[in-house]
């Protein structure tokens, strides 16, 4: 146990989802601001936002790539995710924590689209040396595809399994969980907290959200998290209101929905 918290920054907070390759700069700003406050170790998973998705839709590279087209595609998909990690860390940097980006192109394989192999000692070295790891939703060679969009929520869960932080903090655009998708149903309501006894109706309300999202939106997150809040609290909030991300990896109270199913 490494006593480490897994901190993920959305890709919706922190660039425009609806426009190619564009960073919410002054987000990331103050999410850095807030993040240098804690004192917890940190491993920081960003998503990629619109410059995963679009790339990936452009290049037609969700299924892999089969293609000398493709396989530019495919390549050029990487740089992009990366430049968002050297702005992400670029902010966290002039902030004081010493972040250094560990792209999964270069410590994960996936097997169609399962994460077969990950080096995550370089992970746990860098945290032994008190970094902090800042890893991204990034396109990984594939055994069967030849490459594949890994998500950061993908990430998050090998991290979990192997690291067992104290806490996963999920920071997005929405207040956390709702009974339905809260962009789409005014009526939605917030879930503040997700326990063994409404888990399967909770899981029922995602199963009516529509995403247009590459790697499967709020449904596909849970899913793809679920085994893992069922050890550690895992906790979703909206990074985009000034504090709460913040406050959540404190372990303070703020609006949020919790998952509680371990026990
Ligand atoms: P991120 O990029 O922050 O990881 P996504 O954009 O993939 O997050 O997913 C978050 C989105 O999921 C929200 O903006 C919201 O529109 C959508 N969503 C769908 N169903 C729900 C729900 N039941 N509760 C909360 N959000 C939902």
Do not use: W
């Amino acid at each position: 146990v490494y006593m480490v918290v897994i901190v993920k920054l959305g890709g919706s907070v922190i660039t425009n989802k609806n426009k190619f390759t564009t960073a919410n700069k002054k987000v990331i700003v103050r999410l850095a601001g807030d993040l240098s406050k804690i004192k917890t170790p940190m491993i920081i998973v960003h998503g990629a936002g619109s410059y995963g998705h679009f790339p990936v839709k452009k290049f037609g590279i969700r299924d892999g790539f089969h293609n000398e087209k493709q396989r530019l595609g495919f390549a050029k998909t990487h740089l992009y995710c990366k430049d968002l990690n050297q702005l992400v860390c670029g902010a966290l940097l002039a902030k004081g924590i010493p972040a250094v980006g560990i792209p999964p192109f270069s410590t994960v394989k996936q097997e169609n689209g399962r994460i077969s192999y990950f080096n995550t000692q370089i992970v746990k070295d860098a945290l032994h040396e008190g970094l902090v790891p800042v890893m991204f939703g990034d396109p990984t060679l594939d055994s069967v595809k030849h490459g594949l969009p890994c998500s950061g929520d993908k990430v998050i869960s090998f991290l979990a399994k192997v690291f067992e932080p104290t806490m996963i903090v999920f920071g997005t655009d929405v207040d956390g969980i709702y009974t339905s998708d809260p962009k789409t149903n005014k009526n939605a309501r917030l879930i503040p907290l997700v326990t063994h006894s409404n888990l399967n109706a909770v899981l029922s309300s995602l199963e009516e959200a529509k995403t247009h999202d590459v790697t499967g939106g709020m449904k596909g997150k849970i899913l793809e998290l679920l085994d893992e809040s069922k050890k550690c609290p895992l906790i979703i909030v909206n990074a985009l209101k000034p504090g709460r991300l913040q406050k959540a990896v404190e372990g303070k109270e703020t609006i949020s929905t919790t998952f509680k199913l371990n026990n």
